[in-house]
């Protein structure tokens, strides 16, 4: 996966837009940022629920995995570009956009 395919995937979200967070792109709802890419695209990040946290990089751990220290905690989770395939990716981002968003926004999502 490329960085303008996360990119792509994290803005087709309901109401996400692209910002700037420490001279590198992120995504936020609401002005609360649910994925950020890194500067070089090699990698993206998104905020997860410790549960899903843990079934992500359990069921591919080539692709996700726990960002080291405090930052695991608050459900960070790198997810490694070259590794990632877009069904994966778009689960991981539409779990992070839902933990994000206020949940008067849920029904935004197709099917619900």
Known sequence: MTAD????LALALPEAEERSHMNHPD?????KI?????????WGMVKLSTEDQALFSRTDPATFEPFPGGWAKFGCTKVM???ADEPAVR????AAWRRT??????HLLEGE
């Not at 995504?27 to 002005?31: H, I, L, Q, S, T």
């Open 27 to 31: 995504f936020r709802v609401k002005g």
């Open 101 to 106: 968003a206020p949940k008067t926004m849920h």
């Open 81 to 83: 570009l070259p590794t």
């Open 5 to 8: 395919e996360f990119r792509e």
């Open 91 to 94: 689960q991981a981002l539409l």
């Open 34 to 42: 649910f994925a950020t890419l890194d500067a070089n695209n090699e």
